[in-house]
Every structure is written in C-alpha cells, then in structure tokens.
C-alpha cells in the first residue's frame, strides 16, 4: 500500500485526473468539497490525502505519505528532505517580481527594499543571490495587497495567467522561477518500496 499526499487547490483536479486516466474510481475524491473526507482508499494499492501544500511536503518528508504531488512553489519554500521523482508538466505558472505599473522599485540606495510574500525563503534567496539588500514582509493572503497600501515596494508571487497583477495595476519586473507540479517521495519509502513506487510514477506519467 503506498500512500500518496496530492494538494488541495489549484492542481487537485489534474492530479485526480490522473488517476482517473488509470481506471480508479476517484468519484469520492472529487467529491471531497461536499464529503470533507481526507482520505481516501483507492482500490487495494493506494490510500489518497488531501492536504495544503506545506502539509503534503511535511506528511512526505517524515515519511507519514510515501509520495506527495506539490509545486514547485512550495518545495523550493521548504527546501524539505523528499525527493523529487518527476515534474507531472500541469500547474505551470512562475515565480516573479511585481510592482505597481510604471514605478521605479530597484536602485533606490537610501531606502531598503521592501518586499511583501508568502514565499520569504523564494524572495530573501533571490534578492540576496541578485546582492539587492531587502526587508521581507511574511503576507498570508492576497500579497497583491502589499505594495497597493504602501506596505511593501513590491511582491515575490506566483503569476500563471497575470490577470491578478493587471486587475490591480501591478506588472512583473523580473521572473525567479518556473514552476509546475512535481511528485515527490520520501527518500525511505523510495528505498523500501521501490517496486511500489515505480508502479505509482507509471500511472501517473
Ligand atoms: C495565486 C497568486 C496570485 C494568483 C496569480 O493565488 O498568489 O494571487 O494566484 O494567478 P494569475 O496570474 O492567474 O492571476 P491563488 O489564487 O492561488 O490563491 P491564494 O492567495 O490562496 O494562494
């Protein structure tokens, strides 16, 4: 039995297509807005979780899933202990700079930068790596916000079709990042449930 973590969100959908695609039922699972069930037997060879992304890498890096299907995003945030068996090529969006349309953000030397994120490792990595000296601000909801109300100078964020930026007057400076969903493994489980996990990566792929 191998239990696999796939995120709830944007790239649920594509991960239960997946499996799908395979000939498993996964009706309850894509039902799961309605059941709020949050696991899920699939047949006699998968137990499925649903969880947040940070959660997926968590349940998988301490070996509590087997495999995990996140973005990018979020393993490039984490920098956890799973290893990465494959970009399922769904998802696809990156990570960027934005500021507000038209206004000078970089080469201020009297002011440090301000950028707001829910990704402060993404951001103080490039910004450190680009040798730009900034002040992270952690944002947990639309990061958007951030420079709109004077909070920050701009936001590290994940752009896919960049109708958010537009609708509120923001435009990407610089991209960081691509980014899709990958499938992840714990590096145990890889090593002790090897045939398991190759069968998994099959259907999957
Ligand atoms: C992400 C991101 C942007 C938006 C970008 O948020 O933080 O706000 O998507 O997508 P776009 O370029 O297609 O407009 P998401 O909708 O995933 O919600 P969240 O704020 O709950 O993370």
């Known amino acids: 039995?191998?239990?696999?973590?796939?995120?709830?969100?944007r790239i649920l959908d594509e991960a239960i297509k997946l499996f799908e695609k395979a000939g498993f039922d996964v009706a309850e699972i894509k039902d799961n807005a309605k059941n709020r069930k949050l696991i899920f037997e699939l047949g006699t060879s998968f137990r499925v979780i649903l969880a947040k992304s940070a959660d997926v890498v968590t349940f998988t890096a301490r070996g509590a899933?087997?495999?995990?299907?996140?973005?990018k995003d979020t393993l490039l945030e984490m920098n956890a202990n799973v290893t990465e068996l494959a970009d399922l090529n769904f998802g696809k969006c990156r990570f960027a700079v934005a500021a507000k349309a038209g206004e000078t953000v970089f080469g201020n030397k009297n002011k440090t930068l301000c950028v707001g994120t829910k990704y402060p490792h993404v951001a103080r990595t490039y910004f450190n790596e680009s040798g730009i000296d900034c002040e992270i601000v952690k944002i947990e909801g639309s990061v958007e916000l951030a420079p709109l109300l004077g909070v920050a100078d701009c936001i590290?964020?994940?752009?896919?079709s960049g109708s958010t930026l537009r609708a509120n007057g923001l435009e990407?400076?610089?991209e960081i990042a691509f980014i899709s969903a990958r499938l992840i493994a714990n590096p145990a489980s890889l090593k002790i449930k090897t045939a398991d996990i190759k069968a998994l990566s099959d259907i999957l792929l």
């Open 65 to 71: 899933c087997d495999c995990g299907i996140v973005g």
């Open 1 to 9: 039995m191998i239990t696999i973590a796939l995120t709830k969100g």
């Open 156 to 160: 590290v964020d994940i752009v896919e």
């Open 172 to 174: 990407v400076l610089r």
